[in-house]
């Protein structure tokens, strides 16, 4: 049996006086104020015994981590029906780049870029009663946590200073891309990015991407096909220009996000989330990205 307790506390450990962090991502006014040298990290396994280490308790802003949620979600209500108007390939381009969109007429390269997730964002305002309540309830539920909740200030500081993300809304709509009001799809996704959770609320939520669709409590969320199909976005499109990269190191399904998250998966085997606020030039977590890259190596378990 694999000692993932050890293995996490050498990582955790050897990042205690680490000065090379990375840069907390500042352009969201409110995610500046984290502490940069907070580092978590944890572990679920398939048969739910959990490993931890450092601040994996503390609550951060999960950012684009929940376009992987929002995408599960929208699936489960439309299914295949979603792939018309997102396609499914790695974009190249950083995530708030607007260029292939034009290009391409509008139709998003794959749901995890921001172009993408407005449109699935979009998707969930026209299927759900209550958009906003109706999204928190469903990752309360696969987590089975009902404190989990939206930060008001980060919302607020991300409507205040989301620029690209107007744009890229109002080109979505100018294509026909975008069904319904733009100030509403936009309010769903700042939203749906302050989502605040731990590392051990990641891994719970996540747990249905390594367990073939089935939460903790065996209730069923995706069909295998679902879950196969988001696993594969995952990996080839969950960083960004760096998703190549994630897979030749890590090599496994996983997403970012500008708070410092990354969630990985290993299927059938464990879910493990890590924080470090700090980013690399990629927009990815730098020490979040070395500690899973750690992780594979001391356990020789990865996808490859």
């Not at 500008?258 to 464990?270: D, E, N, Q, S």
Request: proline share 3%; net charge neutral.
């Amino acid at each position: 049996m694999t000692d993932y307790q050890n293995i996490l506390d050498d990582i955790s450990s050897g990042y205690k006086e680490t000065k090379e962090r990375g840069k907390i991502a500042s352009y969201i006014p409110e995610l500046a104020k984290v502490n940069e040298s907070k580092f978590g990290i944890h572990l679920v396994d398939l048969n739910k015994n959990n490993f931890c280490a450092g601040h994996s308790k503390e609550a951060f802003s999960i950012q684009s981590i929940s376009k992987v949620l929002s995408l599960a979600l929208a699936f489960s209500l439309v299914d295949n029906a979603l792939l018309k108007r997102v396609d499914v390939e790695p974009s190249g381009d950083p995530f708030n780049h607007l260029s292939l969109l034009e290009f391409e007429n509008g139709i998003p390269r794959n749901p995890l870029i921001n172009a993408g997730a407005l449109v699935v964002a979009d998707v969930l305002v026209s299927e759900l009663d209550n958009p906003k309540k109706d999204f928190l309830q469903f990752v309360r539920d696969l987590a089975n946590d009902q404190t989990i909740d939206f930060d008001e200030k980060v919302a607020k500081s991300e409507k205040r200073t989301g620029f690209k993300n107007y744009a890229a809304a109002n080109l979505l709509k100018s294509y026909g891309n975008l069904k319904n009001d733009v100030e509403t799809v936009l309010d769903f996704y700042f939203h749906q990015c302050s989502m605040a959770m731990d590392c051990e609320q990641l891994t719970k939520a996540f747990f249905p991407f390594m367990n073939g669709g089935k939460c903790q409590r065996n209730r069923n969320y995706l069909t295998l096909s679902q879950v196969k199909r988001i696993n594969a976005i995952m990996l080839t499109c969950g960083f960004y220009d760096e998703a190549g990269e994630f897979a030749f190191e890590i090599g496994l399904p996983g997403k970012s996000g500008v708070g410092g998250g990354i969630v990985a998966v290993l299927p059938r085997k464990y879910c493990v989330a890590v924080w470090s606020p700090g980013l690399n030039a990629k927009g990815n977590s730098k020490l979040g990205m070395e500690a899973l890259e750690k992780l594979t190596t001391a356990t020789h378990q990865s996808i490859f």
